[in-house]
């Protein structure tokens, strides 16, 4: 979490050797072998309300559904976890 992000997040730069939907290494193997899929976000939203619905769903025995959710939301779909209509998708 970052507390100075602003509420719209901020636009990420692609770190050396990421391009497109790939990111650089190790992390892309260390992905690749775990199995994930992750695609660089292009925005580094503001965490407030993913942080907010984390603490939320932990509170409802739910923490598990709901990091996965967001996981996929921002690492697979790119999504803005920054709003609020997409952490409601989330959620659901």
Same mark, same amino acid.
């Given at each position: 979490?970052?507390?100075?992000?602003?509420?719209? &997040?901020?636009?990420?730069?692609?770190?050396?050797?990421?391009?497109?939907?790939?990111?650089? /290494?190790?992390?892309?193997?260390?992905?690749?072998? @775990? &199995?994930?899929?992750?695609?660089?976000?292009?925005?580094?939203?503001?965490?407030?309300?993913?942080?907010?619905?984390? /603490?939320? @769903?932990?509170?409802? &025995?739910?923490?598990? /559904?709901?990091?996965?959710? @967001?996981?996929?939301?921002?690492?697979?779909?790119?999504?803005?976890? &920054?709003?609020?209509?997409?952490?409601?998708?989330? @959620?659901?």
């Amino acid at each position: 979490m970052r507390p100075d992000t602003p509420k719209e &997040g901020t636009l990420r730069m692609p770190r050396p050797g990421e391009s497109g939907d790939r990111l650089s /290494e190790p992390l892309r193997s260390q992905a690749e072998k @775990a &199995g994930l899929i992750m695609r660089p976000p292009t925005l580094t939203p503001n965490s407030m309300y993913s942080l907010e619905a984390t /603490e939320y @769903a932990q509170q409802k &025995g739910r923490f598990m /559904e709901f990091h996965k959710a @967001a996981y996929r939301a921002l690492w697979e779909d790119r999504q803005d976890l &920054g709003n609020l209509d997409v952490i409601k998708a989330v @959620a659901d």
